[in-house]
């Protein structure tokens, strides 16, 4: 939870996953809309792709491998530029942040710190590597990196649509459901599974990059 808390510095803030062009086309416009799209993203889209990618790297991580394979998707399945810089910085950073840890059980050091912070991968690789070698359960990183994205977003359109915090506290409780959901469907699935029929978010992430004013870098 520490890993994936807004105070995390990957610098989550400064993304809107292309929520910003939604809000500024009408698409997003308050709390009930809102919660669709994100659960269309959630079930759908990216964040669909992000866990069956994440379980895959997990899995990777835990057999001692880099998840090459599921890194490589990563970056081939970034719908646009900005797409990609949001997964593959934020995984840069999350990478370095987490040197501060080392990976230990029982106040015995396993690992050094290097080998446990993978740097220069697509953020959902990034943080499976990371769970799987410090000993974190699939299920419970699929859960916390899904809320996680789906409260960043939330967030994001709180300032600009703009919502109350009370309606971004409505829309996390009514994504709950839908998080725990694709977190079980994540933890049982494998790469043949990617897949996203979000078209719209890809074409308005697209648009956000030549946005004439605009508050977030995606």
Same mark, same amino acid.
Not at 9 to 24: L, M, Q
């Given at each position: 939870?520490?890993?994936?808390?807004?105070?995390?510095?990957?610098?989550?803030?400064?993304?809107?996953?292309?929520?910003?062009?939604?809000?500024?086309?009408?698409?997003?416009?308050?709390?009930?809309?809102?919660?669709?799209?994100?659960?269309?993203?959630?079930?759908?889209?990216?964040?669909?792709?992000?866990?069956? +990618?994440?379980?895959?790297?997990? /899995? $990777? =991580?835990? %057999?001692?491998?880099? !998840?090459?394979?599921?890194?490589? &998707? *990563?970056? @081939?399945?970034?719908?646009?530029?900005?797409?990609?810089?949001?997964?593959?910085?934020?995984?840069?950073?999350?990478?370095?942040?987490?040197?501060?840890?080392?990976?230990?059980?029982?106040?015995?050091?396993?690992?050094?710190?290097?080998?446990?912070?993978?740097?220069?991968?697509?953020?959902?690789?990034?943080?499976?590597?990371?769970?799987?070698?410090?000993?974190?359960?699939?299920?419970?990183?699929?859960?916390?990196?899904?809320?996680?994205?789906?409260?960043?977003?939330?967030?994001?359109?709180?300032? +600009?649509?703009?919502?109350?915090? /009370? $309606? =971004?506290? %409505?829309?996390?409780? !009514?994504?709950?459901?839908?998080? &725990? *959901?694709? @977190?079980?469907?994540?933890?049982?699935?494998?790469?043949?599974?990617?897949?996203?029929?979000?078209?719209?978010?890809?074409?308005?992430?697209?648009?956000?990059?030549?946005?004439?004013?605009?508050?977030?870098?995606?």
């Amino acid at each position: 939870m520490s890993w994936l808390s807004p105070a995390f510095p990957v610098g989550a803030f400064a993304y809107s996953h292309g929520i910003e062009r939604a809000i500024h086309d009408g698409l997003v416009r308050d709390r009930a809309t809102l919660v669709e799209w994100l659960a269309d993203l959630l079930t759908l889209g990216s964040g669909w792709n992000d866990a069956v +990618l994440l379980a895959a790297a997990w /899995r $990777d =991580g835990q %057999a001692g491998g880099d !998840a090459a394979d599921a890194a490589e &998707l *990563a970056e @081939a399945m970034a719908g646009s530029r900005e797409r990609h810089m949001e997964t593959t910085l934020q995984g840069e950073a999350f990478g370095h942040a987490l040197g501060h840890w080392t990976v230990s059980m029982a106040g015995v050091v396993l690992d050094t710190a290097p080998r446990a912070c993978p740097v220069n991968l697509p953020y959902p690789v990034a943080i499976a590597i990371a769970a799987a070698r410090h000993g974190i359960a699939l299920d419970h990183t699929l859960a916390a990196y899904l809320h996680a994205f789906a409260s960043n977003l939330i967030q994001a359109a709180v300032r +600009l649509v703009p919502l109350g915090q /009370r $309606d =971004g506290v %409505a829309a996390i409780v !009514a994504l709950e459901p839908v998080v &725990l *959901a694709t @977190a079980e469907r994540g933890a049982a699935s494998s790469l043949d599974d990617l897949g996203s029929c979000a078209i719209i978010s890809d074409i308005l992430s697209m648009k956000h990059e030549v946005q004439y004013s605009r508050v977030f870098r995606t």
